[in-house]
């Protein structure tokens, strides 16, 4: 078990490391965990967000069934990880303006109306002290993270990161998933080490 930081008042959340048995493309090891971007929309921008319901003003969601809220990625610098999801990868920043003025202790991008990355500076690695062993274990990369969108957003997310020069692997066919097998999927690496992989199920 990984732990981070969630504020600077020490409140501990905990990131869930794990490891599967699955058997992947040799340029890549087995999945973490997977997300899913909002089908539909242009990927040439800040992710779009379609309205949600079960969603209150406050922006906190109403049903409360358990669901994969956020994945924390160590990284060197988050404001210039935060542009790299957002023009390469096509996701919306959040709080960065809070954090480049220091107040908030970390950026995130949104995934979809339900789940975030959040992008933690690896400096803080070393103040992980809220469970024994932690410090220890903080500041790796998860082994991957998996992003499932529809197969036009699959295709342009795919130009979208040769365009800017970042390295992909070949695709490949039938990756299983949490839906069964993808018709095809691909991995990249962010600046910062995380390894992401892309699929799609339709």
Known sequence: MI????????????????????????????PVCRVSLIPGGSRTGPNPLR?????TEAGGMTDHTTRLDHIVLWVEDPIAAAEFYEKAVGLEPVRLAD????????PSVRVNEETILDLMPRAKAERMRMLPGAAESSGH???????SLPASDFDALRSRLEESSVPVS?????????????????????????VFEARHYD
């Open 3 to 30: 732990v981070d930081s969630r504020a600077t008042t020490g409140r501990p959340e905990a990131i869930a490391s794990r490891t599967s048995s699955d058997t992947m493309s040799t340029t890549c090891l087995p």
């Open 51 to 55: 309205a949600v319901t079960g969603v």
């Open 99 to 106: 954090y480049s003025a220091g107040e908030a202790p970390f």
């Open 141 to 147: 990369p998860v082994n991957h993270v998996c992003l």
């Open 170 to 194: 070949d695709v490949s066919r039938d990756s299983f998933g949490a839906r069964g097998p993808a018709r095809r999927s691909f991995y990249f690496r962010d600046p910062d080490g995380n």
